[in-house]
């Protein structure tokens, strides 16, 4: 299987912050990859380094062969990342304009795409999370968190990314929500064919869509391997340092 991204050796942080140590991390295509850890692990900050919004002391981060290492936000998009960051109610970081109906949201997401395609794209969104069809004419800010939380997902979607990238998706949503966006980012793979790397603390259900896990505990990684193999047993153990 073909790997879209390498993390090799990543040591990274927020200036002289060190947070993560010596990071070894893989995504193969087609692959959900899910990373654990506790609060403050360093998972955000991960994909923040991948995304270019951290700083790589050194070590390397490699897209579909090309080394991205310290590349900045905008180009890394370019190059097929899409990072949806924690928390949706940051209209700013989640490229949502409020005064913009969900549609219109959409097409603002459509810069660059051929004109003839910006249609089906949307449709391929709306197909994902039916009910940014049914709300395809409110404005955002009027949204409700989970569905903002959708649309900040079909805005990644729009770019045909090779790599979604998604910090905490279900967190603050209802029990029925989470459950439905599990099956939507299964489909986002099964459908789209986007490799996926999904950071939770919903550890059960994303243990039940991913492939392979990835377990982060102050900054390193303290176990990797097949999503199945983690049971709550072996968690506790990780996450408590036992
Ligand atoms: N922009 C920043 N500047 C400086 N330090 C930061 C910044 N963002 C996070 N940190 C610090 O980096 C460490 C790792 O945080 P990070 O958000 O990566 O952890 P996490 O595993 O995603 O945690 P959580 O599950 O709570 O979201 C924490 O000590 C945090 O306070």
């Known amino acids: 299987?073909?790997?879209?991204?390498?993390?090799?050796?990543?040591?990274?942080?927020?200036g002289k912050f060190h947070v993560l140590f010596g990071i070894?991390?893989?995504?193969?295509?087609?692959?959900?990859?899910?990373?654990?850890?506790?609060?403050?692990?360093?998972?955000s900050t991960l994909l923040n380094s991948i995304a270019g919004m951290a700083d790589v002391y050194s070590g390397r981060v490699v897209l579909l062969g090309r080394d991205i290492t310290g590349r900045p936000p905008h180009e890394v998009m370019k190059m097929g990342v899409a990072y949806v960051m924690q928390s949706p109610n940051n209209f700013g970081t989640a490229n949502i304009f409020g005064e913009l109906t969900v549609y219109e949201?959409?097409?603002?997401?459509?810069?660059?795409i051929p004109g003839k395609e910006v249609e089906g794209r949307i449709e391929e969104v709306f197909n994902i999370f039916p009910k940014l069809?049914?709300?395809?004419?409110?404005?955002?800010?009027?949204?409700?968190?989970?569905?903002r939380q959708m649309l900040a997902i079909g805005l990644g979607l729009m770019k045909k990314p090779k790599l979604l990238m998604l910090d905490e998706p279900t967190s603050g949503l209802a029990p029925k929500?989470?459950?439905?966006?599990?099956?939507?980012?299964?489909?986002?793979?099964?459908?789209?064919?986007?490799?996926?790397?999904?950071?939770?603390?919903n550890a059960r259900k994303a243990l039940e869509i991913g492939d392979r896990a990835y377990v982060l505990v102050t900054g390193r990684v303290k176990f990797s391997g097949n999503a199945k193999l983690l049971d709550e047993g072996k968690l506790a153990e990780l996450f408590l340092g036992r």
């Open 133 to 147: 069809k049914e709300l395809r004419n409110r404005k955002a800010k009027f949204l409700s968190g989970g569905e």
């Open 105 to 112: 949201n959409l097409i603002a997401a459509s810069a660059g």
């Open 177 to 201: 929500l989470v459950s439905d966006f599990f099956s939507a980012i299964r489909d986002i793979r099964d459908k789209l064919g986007i490799s996926i790397l999904l950071v939770e603390q």
């Open 1 to 14: 299987m073909a790997e879209v991204l390498r993390v090799e050796k990543l040591e990274a942080g927020y």
């Open 24 to 43: 070894d991390l893989v995504v193969k295509s087609g692959e959900i990859v899910v990373l654990l850890g506790p609060n403050g692990a360093g998972k």
